[in-house]
Structure formats: C-alpha cells, structure tokens
C-alpha cells in the first residue's frame, strides 16, 4: 500500500534530522574511535609479555674438574656459568655443593639442594657474560671413596642452585646437576635429572 504524503514527509525528514546529527557530531564520534583504538593498543600491550628469549637465561656453559681420584685429595670442579638471554640477570646468588655419590643410579627424589643462607652472591650478570664458580669437595677423599669411585661404582656430583631476577623483577632458578663419570676427562657432564630451568 503506497505511503502517504505524511508518512513521507515523515520519514524525509527524520533522515535529515539523523544525516544533520551525525554531521555535526562527526568529529566526537571520529575522536572516540580514534581514542578507543589508541587505548586498547596500550593495554594490549601492557598485557603481552615480552618473548621470553629476550629475557635473562641462566645455563651452564662448560664444567670442569681436577682430580685425581685418591685419598686425601680434595677434587675441585669450576663451573662456567652463562647468561644466554638478551637481557640482564640481576640479583643472582649461587650456591653449589660437591659430594660423592654413594651409588650408581639417582633417586626418585626431588633435587636435594636448597638455595641457603650460605648461597654466594654475584649480583648482577650482563647479557652474553660467563661467570667461573668454584667449588670443592668439603674433606679430602678417603681409602673406601677413592676404592669406588676408581670401580665406577661411585661417582663424584656437584648440585648447584642459581637464582636471579629478569628485568620485569620475575624470579627464576636454575638448578644443575654434574656428573663426573669418565675420570680419563676433566669434564663433567649433565646428570640424568636435576637439571631444572624456569
């Protein structure tokens, strides 16, 4: 049924009096846009971490150790310990502990080590830098521990704990686990387990 002449005179000018309103409120409507762009683009960013490669990475980069394997001697092992991130470790503090392993197996247990009151601080470690850590058996080998360890039936380990901060002030550590297996080489190599990097 066609409309009236009411009916479109209606609707003409309801059309006019919407294409008015929004011509003169184009500027507000083009500004809140362009504000509700700009401050969900800040958020978004705010809430995305940063990649985590960027961040602080402790690792260990190479373990050394002296013998040899006889009694009263006191083997002493260095640790080169690396930050592989692209950012500062700061605040870290390491503590690493040598004993003789009176097995030939690990247990089921968690890591043994805790980060104590004795941890050495280092501070501050730069992106790409090596820090040497020494640490050393705390009493001399005797007959019965040089016997086992000659028959590979006891190993020597050395369990370290490094704890840090990444630049956001989020914690991290670095727990490692050593073995001296091969006594023929100065080297040490990563343990079966313990070797735990947040």
Known sequence: MPESGADQEEAFFGQSRLK???????????GSVVVLVVVSSIVLMREKPPQSVNLAKMTVQESTIVGPLV?????????????TGHSPALTTKARLVMTVWTASTFPDWDMPL??????????????GSVVPQTVSLITPLTDVQGMHLERKDWFI???????????????????LCLIWRETSTQHMTPCEKWNIMD
């Open 20 to 30: 008015g309103f929004l011509k003169k409120h184009r500027y507000f409507w083009v």
């Open 157 to 175: 380990v050395l369990l370290g704990i490094v704890s840090y901060a990444d630049i956001l002030g989020n914690p991290h550590e670095t727990k």
């Open 114 to 127: 805790k980060l104590t009151t004795d941890a050495e601080t280092i501070g501050e470690i730069d992106a």
């Open 71 to 83: 009694q009263h001697n006191v083997p002493t092992a260095t640790v080169l310990l690396k930050n």
